[in-house]
């Protein structure tokens, strides 16, 4: 919750996490299948009740200054992430998960807000659901210059996130922008590439180093959220 915070803090203009969830069906934030590298316990997420998850220290691993930090529930994150921030959710392939997160999404009115990246089946079943859920297409996730960018619009997606650069970029954002599809980069804290990808067109550069990307889109007269 702390870089969750802190990102909104600063005005980051998306926050990129991965959902999963507990035994007894409460939905997590946690990038490991199991919590064995991040907290001071052991086992898969989805084998551990959500009474055992919150019961652990996840910051410890950080520094002294972060222990006793808990995991992250989903609703947690959404309250402390309110609008214009976007909110890129990640969704773990666990049983549940699609359906919890569409049910906090609409329940917490937060359907705009928030952008499912997740597999086309994944995809299916939270639209059923929710027909205005957007949608990040992560089939097969590739480089600008693959087929990547047009499988994912003609799912009809309102996200991608591409890797890997090549001197397509440009032309690959044209053509997504056209079709109404936004792009994610994953992912970079090396500033050259930062302007590279801003200046090809891509709209969300995911980085760990939030302080750089703000200071680049600055170079080109984007601000940060709320500023």
Not at 93 to 118: I, N, S
Not at 146 to 157: M, T
Request: hydrophobic content about 40%; aromatic content about 6%; charged content about 25%.
């Amino acid at each position: 919750m702390p870089a969750v915070r802190l990102a909104a803090a600063k005005g980051a203009h998306q926050i990129e996490f991965d959902v999963t969830i507990s035994r007894d069906g409460e939905l997590f934030i946690m990038h490991d299948a199991t919590v064995d590298r991040t907290t001071d316990g052991r086992g898969a997420v989805t084998d551990l009740t959500a009474e055992e998850l919150r019961g652990l220290d996840a910051g410890g691993w950080k520094g002294p200054e972060y222990a006793g930090t808990r995991i992250p529930a989903f609703r947690e994150v959404l309250e402390a992430a309110p609008p214009p921030v976007r909110l890129n959710c990640h969704l773990r392939e666990a049983p549940g998960v699609v359906e919890e997160t569409v049910r906090e999404v609409m329940a917490l009115d937060r359907v705009e807000q928030c952008v499912l990246a997740c597999s086309s089946g994944q995809a299916r079943v939270a639209q059923a659901m929710c027909p205005d859920v957007l949608i990040c297409y992560m089939d097969g996730q590739g480089p600008p210059g693959s087929d990547y960018p047009q499988r994912a619009i003609d799912f009809g997606a309102d996200f991608l996130q591409i890797w890997g650069w090549d001197d397509s970029m440009a032309d690959a954002c044209a053509r997504l922008h056209t079709a109404g599809v936004r792009v994610n980069y994953f992912g970079t804290e090396d500033p050259a590439m930062m302007r590279k990808l801003t200046e090809a067109g891509v709209d969300y550069v995911l980085t760990d180093d939030l302080d750089t990307m703000l200071s680049v889109l600055a170079e080109y007269g984007v601000r940060p959220l709320g500023q």
